[in-house]
Nanobody
């Protein structure tokens, strides 16, 4: 089991910045990738940014150039720096990690989720 706890959400004016943090604990080995997703009211959950084991990153087109995903392996924490925030960035942001579970038969990949943190951007 992997536990993920997000923090750093809040209310900010358009053009402002926030930094989200996601602390991982528990059985953290064989984690293939970690990412941030968001879900706005009435919309489906969407990928915001992902960082792989090899530190490759990928971003949704809507956040490219404004958001940056990074991680601190010593602290088992992933961050999402969000700059130039827009009202359309308002959503609940979820941290996720994908683990390769070699100890199950057959081995599989399993996604863990945090509880989410609210980000509200006012115009």
């Amino acid at each position: 089991q992997v536990q993920l706890v997000e923090s750093g959400g809040g209310l900010v004016q358009a053009g402002g910045s926030l930094r989200l943090s996601c602390a991982a604990s528990g059985r953290r080995f064989s984690i293939k990738a970690m990412g941030w997703y968001r879900q706005a009211p009435g919309k489906q959950r969407e990928l915001v940014a992902v960082i792989t084991l090899g530190d490759s990153t990928n971003y949704a087109d809507s956040v490219k150039g404004r958001f940056t995903i990074s991680r601190d392996n010593a602290k088992n924490t992933v961050y999402l720096q969000m700059n130039s925030l827009k009202p359309e960035d308002t959503a609940v942001y979820y941290c996720s990690c994908r683990q390769i579970r070699l100890w199950v038969s057959p081995p599989d990949e399993y996604d863990y989720w945090g509880q989410g943190t609210q980000v509200t951007v006012s115009s």
